[in-house]
């Protein structure tokens, strides 16, 4: 039992029990912590809630892939998420020839793959180099050039496709190695025209990443015998990684899953095809003439190269888009 302890004020001996204060202040932080806790009842609805959205995102990749590994023929929908006789057939039958075309399925990845790297690659080297000028540099007709690149920004990507169809076709070389050369029945000229609508995005989305670092470090660069160039590629790049993963995954895959132009521009060049064509010529006229198991084994191998890129970059990509997010 603690005893009491006296201060003397003046004449008269105060008594304080500075052990029950101290009690009293555990007490009330004990109660404050207990406070912040959620009580049992309200963790379970938040789990419930959790493992619904988790359900809701997932149910229809499982819905998919049941309909992938089911055996039968002329099926539109799966009776169950594990079909009895699963087998991956239609798999391998889509990696042998997806089409009647005479075009396998590896063809068709490299000729996305090509577009959506070289595509991606160009939108980001031209980009941080445009949206470094605007971020950094003071000349005249910049604020018009940059409402130029917003205005362009908001228009949708199918408005160019008439005048690019146009002025591509009327660029035809005779090359001495390739033979007779046409811009705009070819590879290169979907990825001109995906590149004019990546840009805009491109330089603009950096842009404002780079207005977020600090000009003193690009100062103090300097100040260490550093030219511009130099800051920029040592200093301002490795800073810039996420902006530039972000915008970077973003261009892959408007590349790789890019249908209008190739479908236009590409016409009758089956060699050149890209898997965006070739998943659309699966659907018949009729949803009965559409082998669907078959059509969704495609989409689950269309869509895992995006997924293995988005895991690639996942470590960037989520400090990049939470950017913004805390001022100062």
């Known amino acids: 039992m603690s005893q009491p302890m006296t201060e003397v004020a003046g004449d008269q001996p105060i008594a304080i029990n500075r052990p029950s ?8 932080r004990t109660s404050d912590s207990g406070e912040r806790r959620l009580s049992r009842r309200r963790q379970a609805v938040l789990q419930a809630l959790c493992v619904f959205i ?15 590994i089911d055996p039968r023929e ?3 929908r799966p009776d169950s998420l594990l079909p009895a006789g699963a087998t991956l057939d239609n798999f391998a039958a889509v990696l042998e020839r997806p089409t009647s075309n005479p075009i396998g399925f590896l063809d068709l990845a490299k000729n996305s793959l090509i577009l959506a790297t070289v ?3 160009i939108s ?7 949206a470094y000028a605007f971020s950094r540099l003071q000349f005249r007709g910049r604020q018009i050039l940059m409402l130029g690149i917003l205005a362009v920004l908001m228009l949708p990507p199918v408005v160019a496709i008439v005048p690019l169809f146009v002025q591509f076709n009327q660029i035809s070389l005779d090359l001495p190695i390739l033979g007779e050369f046409n811009l705009r029945q070819s590879l290169a000229g979907v990825g001109l025209a995906v590149i004019s609508g990546l840009l805009p995005f491109a330089i603009w989305n950096l ?6 670092i600090p000009k003193e470090l690009e100062e103090a660069a300097a100040v260490d015998g550093a030219t511009r160039n130099q800051a920029f590629r040592m200093v301002i790049l490795p800073l810039a990684i996420p902006a530039l993963a972000v915008t970077a995954f973003l261009g892959f895959v408007a590349g790789w899953t890019e249908y209008y132009y190739s479908v236009i521009f590409l016409t009758g060049d089956v060699p050149q095809y890209t898997l965006a064509i ?10 009965t003439q559409t082998p669907w198991a078959r059509f969704a084994a495609f989409a689950i191998l269309f869509a895992l190269p995006v ?4 895991l690639m970059l996942q470590r960037y990509i989520v400090s990049g888009l939470a950017i913004g997010g805390v001022k100062g």
């Open 278 to 287: 070739a998943l659309n010529t699966m659907v018949g006229q009729f949803a």
């Open 21 to 28: 204060r101290l009690k009293g202040l555990r007490r009330k």
């Open 74 to 76: 002329g099926l539109m």
């Open 119 to 121: 595509s991606s690659v």
């Open 54 to 68: 988790a359900f809701t995102v997932l149910f229809p990749i499982l819905w998919v892939f049941a309909l992938a």
């Open 207 to 212: 842009k404002g990443y780079l207005d977020t």
């Open 124 to 130: 980001i080297g031209i980009g941080v180099t445009a």
């Open 307 to 310: 997924s293995v890129v988005y």
